[in-house]
Structures are given as structure tokens and as C-alpha cells.
């Protein structure tokens, strides 16, 4: 079972048809939300850009051609909707274009009735068409309306096992606003997938008649003149056309479809820094990885058989940046700003419940290691002038496995000795940032989905192992499940009753004896005890074979 998508974008025309210029970006927002793999999920996605009518016919035959019986395909087009005097559906392309009649000249778009016959001929039982363009209506001010026609839209593109969205109705306008990068009905498509706002029912997935349900919300909201509309046939309404982000990122391409460089933070007024700030700036770059997570149902017949077979790994890229410290090097990775649900609502003591209530939390961006906090890279920072507390040297180096034995107060002094170096702050990251790191836009129990086999991480082991042995999580993160237990910033507490929502730490006064917050398990602990939402509260002078750290710096 497969996902494939066709997105086209008509922005340029001939002769009597305006340009619209968000239909190419309306294209690059959409595929960023159907590639990403904690939303759309999609296998292959194609993009075809101001097409001539052959272009167009070859790529959509194709889409529909090649899908099997169950895989899921959807073809979405942006662009002039425009009819013949026959009041027939025709798609815009770049060498559409009218007489000065106004009379489309059909040889040059593409009839609705040749998409409607691969649709039909298609052996997918899961069919999505969406239309951002308009059929008929009337030109509105500071707006560039998708041209005009009037038609009978299931007649034109109706099919059993198939669900069509239009951004409006047989009789009406679809509308760019000339400051907005996106059209109007797209950007609140993109909205609603990308948040997860989209998600009505709370159940993870962002179903097409949801979607159109909050497409529709967002826009009466504005007060738009737009009335999209939905036609579903053999259950269409109910396919599910997205994951739900448990994290609410960022969503650079609603705004432009392309992200601005990052930069790592400014060495704040009072750091005793020497100025290596520069040097890392100039250095930052894509970081390459590979993610690992459970396939749903691949478990063999009645659960039995190869388990390697659940597991799936693709590569990816993070943005980051990397410290040098002498022999060895400390990566960053830049986690985006957003929203998620902290915490776990099940529960099997009612009176002793430290991962609940769930609660909704926002964050600001940062950037948080790779990796645990390496011996090697310990070492190193042990080298640097003290600040208040003596940092000891591993008894045996072993310069790949993470720093264990370590207590709070040692894991806060290599923080601040960093800092000193580097000229900003580095930090332990509080409990919401290191759960929201870990989920990477997952609402599972587990960032590699509702289970955690023992290929994806170290649990119930007989010891530590060298860090980044396992595929890392969507942020590109290795060991957040087991490994090691790490310190957060926070104070422990009984449950998050009263805790921050903005992703601050939950500081403690710090008084010798305090307790602090460990998240993420460890090798000598179970896969359950491992989860994203799991927790503990240890004194801040535990030294522990299964405990260590990573850093977080600000933004």
C-alpha cells in the first residue's frame, strides 16, 4: 500500500488569462506537508510546474495508471478553472489562452473530462482530487480570481471510490490575495494539516471531511466570499489524507515555501567568550541521518514472523551546527519552535500519576545535541577553566559511549564551562523541550510509533552503547529512548499540576538534597519504561551507571 500525489501549478497563461502568481507556491507548501513524514507520509511526490497540455495529460495518466488497488493517490491542481460555451470543465496550462472574443481555445487546456476517465479507469479504491481554482463569478477588489465558468462538478469528475475538494462552488470565485504567498483556500489546507487543527476528532489523523469541515470554519472566520465543497463518493469523505501532529511546528512554507538560513545563537553582552561564534555560524549545515520507525501492521501473520521486517528506515537532513572541541566535535541540531500535548493520560495507579494531566505546551526554538554528552567530548570540557565544581575523568576512556556517573550539579558545571568557551548559553533542556525533542511531531508512545523493538534503541542490555548505534528520531536525535536516563533542568514533581506552558524549566530552589527530573530510560530499563511521556524524580547527587545528560542551547 502506497501514497502517491500529482501537484500542479499553473501560474503563467496566454493571451486573456491573468497570471497568478501563488499557484506555484500553493505547489512547494503542499509537498513539503505531503513528503514530511510525521504528516502526509506520501511515498513519491510529484511536482509539475506551468505545464504544456501534453505534460499535463502524460503525468496525470500516469498517477492514476500505475496505482494499485490499494494505494491511495491524489492529484491536486492550482490554477485557472475555465469553461467552454458549453459550460465544460477545462484545466488551465501555460499555453492556455482565449480570442479576443474571450473564447477559450481548447486545444490549449486540458478538458476535466480526461481526468474524469483516469480517475475511472484507475484501480485505487482511494482517490483524491483537489481543486483550487474557480468556475464562475465575479472579479473582487485586491484579488486575482481563478476565471470563471459555470459547471456541474461531480458530472465532470465524479467516480466511484473517490472524494473531490473545490475551493468553491459551481458558481463562485476561488481568490489569491496579492499579499499572501499562498491562495486563500491552500494556505488553510496547509494550516490545517500542518497544526493539526484539522483533527476534529482527537484521533491522530486529519480525514478529508475534517479538512474540509476546517477549511471551510477558517475561511468563514474572514469573512471570505468563498463556499468550498466536498463530493464523496463509496465513502470517499473518510479516507484519511494526513497524520496529526502531536508537535504544531513552525510553517516556513505557508509564508514562502522556502526557509530562511539559521543561525546558531549570538554569545550574549556579559559571555567571557573568545569569539569562536563566527567560525561555527560560517559552519552550520545540513546534517544527514537516518530515522528508524515500526510500520503499522507489518507484524507477520498473527503477530508472528521476522520482526526486522516492522521496521523502516529513511534518510533525512537537520539543520545544525558543530562545536570543535580539540579531538572530538559536539553537534546541535536546531528544533523548531511549536505546540504539542506533554504528557500520557493512561494511567494504572489513580492516585500517583507523575506523567498527567495532559497538557498543551508552546515553545520557542532551540538547540539541543545530537547526541548523549560522549566521554570524549567530557574530557574535553573537563579541560576548560572551572567554574565552582571539579569535573572527574572516566576511569576507563571510552571516548564513543556516553558520559555516565554523573550527577546534576557535574552535568549543570559542563553546561557552564561550555558556555564560558563558546561565548552563549548552554543548558540542561527542561522537561518539555526534551519531551517534545523526543516526539518529534509523534502522539505515540514511542517517536518510532506504538512500539519500541529492540532494533530502534538500547533497553534491557547489559550496558551503555556507543551513541547514535540506533536510527535517530524525526528531528534526527539518537538516543532519546534508553541508553541512558538524562538530566533535565527541572525540579521533580509529583505531576505537572501547575507546571509552565511555555517550555520554561520548572526550576527547583536548588538546595542541596533537591530532586531533579530524569526522561528517556535506559539500557538496563524496559521498552514501556522508556516511552516518550516517561519520568522520574532522582536526588541531584545520584551518580548512576544508566544516568547522563545532553545540552541545550537557546536560540
Known sequence: MARYALLIGCSDHGEGLTSLRASLNDVAALACILRDPALGQFDQVTTLLNPEPQALREAAETLFYTARKDDLVLLYFSGHGIKDDRNRLYFSTRLTRKTPEGTLVKSTAVP???????????????QILILDCCFSGAF????????????????????????????????????????????????????????????????????????????????????????????????????????APAIQTELPAQE?????????????????????????????????????????????????????????????????????????????????????????????NADWHPEGPVHRVTLRPFFLSQCLITQAQWSAVA????????????????PDRPIHQVNWYEAREFCQRLSRQVGWRCRLPSEAEWEYACRAGTRTPFATGEDLPPELANYSSSGPISVGSFPANGFGLYDMHGNLWEWCRDGWHESYDGAPTDGTAWDSPGEPGDRHAARGGSW???????????????????CSSDLGFRIACDL
Open 524 to 542: 538496563m530499563d524496559s521498552a514501556e519504561t522508556c516511552r516518550s511521556a516517561s519520568r522520574i524524580g532522582l536526588a541531584a547527587q545520584t
Open 112 to 126: 476535466a473530462s480526461f481526468v474524469q476517465d483516469q480517475m475511472t479507469e484507475c484501480r485505487s479504491r482511494r
Open 140 to 243: 473582487a477588489d485586491g484579488m486575482i480570481a481563478k476565471d470563471d465558468g459555470r459547471v456541474d462538478l461531480p458530472m465532470a469528475l465524479g467516480g466511484q471510490g473517490c472524494v473531490i475538494l473545490t475551493s468553491t462552488t459551481a458558481t463562485q470565485y476561488a481568490f489569491e490575495q496579492s499579499e499572501m504567498a499562498l491562495s486563500l483556500y491552500t494556505q488553510q489546507l496547509i494550516k490545517g494539516i500542518a497544526t493539526g487543527d484539522a483533527d476534529a476528532d482527537a484521533d491522530g489523523f486529519v480525514a478529508i471531511d475534517e479538512l474540509h469541515d476546517y477549511i471551510c470554519s477558517q475561511l468563514e472566520a474572514v469573512a471570505s466570499p468563498m463556499h468550498p465543497k466536498i463530493y464523496a463518493f463509496d465513502q470517499g469523505f473518510k479516507i484519511h489524507l494526513a497524520k
Open 256 to 348: 514562502a515555501a522556502v526557509t530562511a538560513p539559521l543561525l546558531p545563537p549570538e554569545p550574549s553582552a556579559a559571555s567571557a567568550g573568545s569569539a569562536p561564534t563566527a567560525s561555527i555560524a560560517a559552519s552550520l549545515e545540513p546534517i544527514s541521518f537516518t530515522t528508524g520507525w515500526v510500520q503499522p501492521g507489518a507484524v507477520g501473520i498473527l503477530g508472528l514472523g521476522d520482526r526486522r521486517t516492522r521496521v523502516q528506515r529513511r534518510s533525512q537532513q537537520a539543520e545544525g551546527f558543530t562545536i570543535e572541541l580539540g579531538d572530538t566535535r559536539l553537534t546541535l541540531l536546531r528544533i523548531p519552535a511549536g505546540r504539542f500535548l506533554m504528557g500520557c493520560a493512561d494511567t494504572h
Open 383 to 398: 579541560t576548560f577553566p572551572k567554574v565552582a565544581l571539579d569535573l572527574p575523568l572516566p576511569s576507563r576512556q571510552q
